[in-house]
């Protein structure tokens, strides 16, 4: 190890979350976590929605330790335990000759670790903070430890910690292949393709205020995978085929294709969580009435605009062909969600608000003023629903995991390796 004098060495990372639009729902292996289906998914842009993560590791450590998002939390959970493990037994030497540092192979062993990790989303808005979350804890712990390994085997690794983790060890489209082993090592994620092939994709999210304690997906998961007679059908009959059709329509950007099967994925993964003993309910009246906006927009325009897709609750992730079309979805969604009186627009539409400016929207009276869709037949009332949409991410496909270097950006002390 070094000598004696006392250090810490320290590596930060930033990890992207990822929306699936060809979902992962139940598992063949708990502990493993190895999937009954492959699924596809598009990575989010991370200067919207990330988690960094600081690792550090220091000979005066006693034991490892986590915080997250500012608290401290316990690391004795299998998932962690799993994640540390395999990265630990990939390690390799390290040297940092300006330190005087250096760590041979079997020290990894016996020295400790301490990790801080932030979402710059609130966890509480049920946005997948695990995915970020367990790639970014695993991508950085590969790069502290010099492990040798590509993302697809770091993918293996971090799917430990939660499946869908897995995926966002890339950027652009991923498809996360489930793999026939029963050691799960070749249940890894691979690119589709870059964030750069399809970056006309605009992608809103409208977070949905939700008083239901949800099922997390974990559990919901394993009682759809005991009880619903469906769910085999979908991951043998269903998803197989729909896999092969996304991926071309991801390669040739055949939004209709794209939109058809994404929407039609959501619905089906909704319908095996209500096949489910007791039914599983993540969608709620707002994610409905946003979905029939998208669908009567879809219709009347004769080909898809707009794609939609939901995870395990009510927020409803919109994906657009293109920016014109992002800036209409916009206004169709103000015009039904305007936000509470007297709210702030620029804390109810986050991320980029450039879409807000093609939409012509600048302050709360022209929300107000937005004339109802064309689509909306005159003789339906067109009805407004102040307050069930609590608000809105605008965002893009975006890039994988990134080393931040700076060490104003580290989240330990590099002297104490404690939070700052
Ligand atoms: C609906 O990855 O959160 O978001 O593997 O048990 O941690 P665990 O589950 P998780 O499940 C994600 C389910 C989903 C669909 C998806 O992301 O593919």
Known sequence: MAENKSWVLMVTAQTPTNIAVIKYWGKRDESLILPINDSISVTLD???????????????????????????????????????????????????????????????????????????????????????????????LAKLMNVKEDNSHLSAIARQGSGSACRSLYGGFVKWIMGKDDNGNDSIAVQLVDEKHWDELVILIAVVSSRQKETSSTSGMRETVETSPLVLHRAKEVV??????????????????????TCSDSNQFHAVCLDTSPPIFYMNDTSHRIISCVEKWNRSEGTPQVAYTFDAGPNAVLIARNRKVAALLLQRLLFHFPPQSGADLNSYIVGDKSVLMDAGIQDLKDVEALPPPPEIKDNVPTRKFKGDVSYFICTRPGRGPVLLTEESQALLNPETGLPK
């Open 46 to 140: 991370p200067s919207h929605l990330c988690t960094t993560t600081t690792v550090a590791v220091s000979p005066d450590f006693t034991h490892d330790r986590m915080w997250l998002n500012g608290k401290e939390i316990s690391l004795s959970g299998g998932r962690y335990q799993n994640c540390l493990r395999e990265i630990r037994s990939r390690a390799s030497d390290v040297e940092d000759e300006k330190k005087g540092i250096k760590i041979a192979k079997r020290d990894w062993e016996n020295l400790h670790l301490h990790i801080a990790s932030y979402n710059n989303f609130p966890t509480a808005a049920g946005l997948a903070s695990s995915a970020a979350g367990f790639a970014c804890l695993v991508y950085s």
């Open 240 to 261: 197989p085929k729909r896999v092969v059709e996304m991926e071309e329509a991801v390669k040739s950007r055949n939004f209709p294709a794209f939109a058809r099967l």
